[in-house]
């Protein structure tokens, strides 16, 4: 019964020193996927509006190539393409979609990719 008392006692302090070891472990990071749906070219430079929203999920923590993959899809200015190119990143399964340029075609092409029942009008 002593035996079985002092081998508890031991296996118990064992698991307390190991513990602070397993608490600074970084737990497994999910990897989120976005899809940048642009009606325009790609950009030669970066623009401001690209740069803060970079440095912005960088703040929060999502880093491209560790636990962000960005999708880029552009219709080099051809609306046409836009709904391809949004039932494109819907089928990559993206997390979310982020639709720019100067039209609103590509937030409608990517509202319309998610539920083909909707026609976008409200966007």
């Not at 079985?4 to 020193?17: E, H, K, M, P, R």
């Not at 609306?79 to 590509?106: N, S, Y």
């Amino acid at each position: 019964m002593q035996r079985i008392t002092v081998g508890l006692i031991i296996l118990v302090a064992l698991a307390l020193l190991g513990a602070p070891h397993a608490a600074h472990a970084q737990p497994p990071t999910n990897v989120h996927r976005i899809g940048w749906l642009d009606a325009g070219p790609p950009l030669l430079e970066p623009n401001l509006s690209s740069e803060v929203f970079r440095q912005s999920l960088h703040d929060l923590g999502y880093v491209e190539g560790q636990n962000l993959v960005m999708e880029y899809r552009y219709a080099e200015g051809t609306a046409e393409q836009l709904p391809d190119l949004a039932t494109d990143l819907v089928r990559l399964k993206v997390d979310v979609i982020v639709a720019g340029g100067t039209a609103c075609g590509a937030r409608r092409s990517a509202r319309h990719a998610h539920d083909p029942h909707r026609d976008g009008s409200h966007l």
